[in-house]
């Protein structure tokens, strides 16, 4: 996860363990965790409550029961994060959805990391949230914290998604709303589509799409060309 390039400054500890605690639970990351633990500590840029609610998820995500807990550990990241929209961990699913304006939003935010000479690495999105705080963390105090504030909604949307879900991993926004100077306020979560529901195919012959240009169950217009024996196109028909 990240960038190739430079790196260093506000929070810069805390906002790097943060996007690793944001990144997906394999071997590597819970065999980092007490590293994580103790970066928290020496910073101290979160206040006892926050840094206690994280050192609970810290201690989740280790699975000290063997294998079988580790292994659940990853599927709930995998649940909570890649099947819905409203925990997303794509900051321009929040902000675009699936419009057009989410490809140059895109380049546009790749520009700003080239410019301040960091460079994605290869197949890594840039609204990823870890991959954003990164960056952040590369940055002077005064513009880092500007740039949270700046995402600050987006945070407490993903913030309140998290809570409703009742997952730990809620204390990693809430920590970022600390930082960006932001108390957390209720928000209205939209009950994500059922993945079958948003997958669903529309039957053979019933129109375009459930949603398309031609209703169900009506006559649908057909051309057909027959096809001469003297190899002479006839007219068409429609039926």
Same mark, same amino acid.
């Given at each position: 996860?990240?960038?190739?390039?430079?790196?260093?400054?506000?929070?810069?500890?805390?906002?790097?363990?943060?996007?690793?605690?944001?990144?997906?639970?394999?071997?590597?990351? #819970? #065999?980092?965790?007490?590293?994580?633990? =103790?970066?928290?500590?020496?910073?101290?840029?979160?206040?006892?409550? #926050? *840094?206690?609610?994280?050192?609970?998820? $810290?201690?989740? $995500?280790?699975?000290?029961?063997?294998?079988? @807990?580790?292994? /659940?550990?990853?599927?709930?990241?995998? @649940?909570?994060?890649?099947?819905?929209?409203?925990?997303?961990?794509?900051?321009?699913?929040?902000?675009?959805?699936?419009?057009?304006?989410?490809?140059?939003? $895109?380049?546009? *935010?790749?520009?700003?990391?080239?410019?301040?000479?960091?460079?994605?690495?290869?197949?890594?999105?840039?609204?990823?949230?870890?991959?954003?705080?990164?960056?952040?963390?590369?940055?002077?105090?005064?513009?880092?914290?500007?740039?949270?504030?700046?995402?600050?909604?987006?945070?407490?949307?993903?913030?309140?998604?998290?809570?409703?879900? @009742?997952?730990?991993?809620?204390?990693?926004?809430?920590?970022?709303?600390?930082?960006?100077?932001?108390?957390?306020?209720?928000?209205?979560?939209?009950?994500?589509?059922?993945?079958? @529901?948003?997958?669903?195919?529309?039957?053979?012959?019933?129109?375009? /799409?459930?949603?398309?240009?031609?209703?169900?169950? =009506?006559?649908?217009?057909?051309?057909?060309?027959?096809?001469?024996?003297?190899?002479?196109?006839?007219?068409?028909?429609?039926?």
């Amino acid at each position: 996860m990240g960038f190739l390039g430079n790196t260093p400054p506000v929070a810069t500890k805390t906002l790097r363990v943060l996007a690793r605690l944001l990144s997906y639970p394999d071997p590597t990351l #819970r #065999r980092h965790l007490p590293e994580l633990r =103790q970066a928290l500590r020496d910073e101290s840029a979160l206040s006892a409550a #926050r *840094l206690a609610e994280l050192e609970d998820l $810290m201690t989740w $995500m280790t699975g000290n029961g063997g294998n079988d @807990d580790a292994l /659940s550990v990853e599927e709930s990241y995998v @649940d909570l994060f890649d099947r819905g929209r409203a925990t997303s961990l794509h900051l321009f699913e929040h902000v675009h959805g699936d419009s057009r304006d989410r490809g140059p939003a $895109m380049i546009d *935010l790749a520009q700003t990391f080239e410019k301040a000479n960091l460079y994605l690495a290869p197949g890594e999105m840039p609204d990823y949230l870890p991959v954003v705080l990164e960056y952040t963390s590369t940055q002077p105090p005064k513009d880092a914290q500007s740039f949270l504030n700046e995402m600050a909604h987006i945070f407490n949307a993903i913030f309140a998604a998290l809570q409703q879900r @009742d997952t730990r991993y809620a204390s990693v926004l809430g920590a970022l709303l600390e930082l960006a100077g932001e108390k957390a306020k209720p928000v209205k979560v939209t009950p994500d589509e059922a993945i079958d @529901d948003s997958w669903e195919e529309p039957n053979a012959f019933d129109g375009c /799409s459930t949603k398309g240009q031609a209703n169900p169950n =009506q006559p649908q217009p057909i051309h057909i060309v027959r096809k001469s024996t003297a190899n002479t196109p006839q007219p068409g028909v429609t039926v």
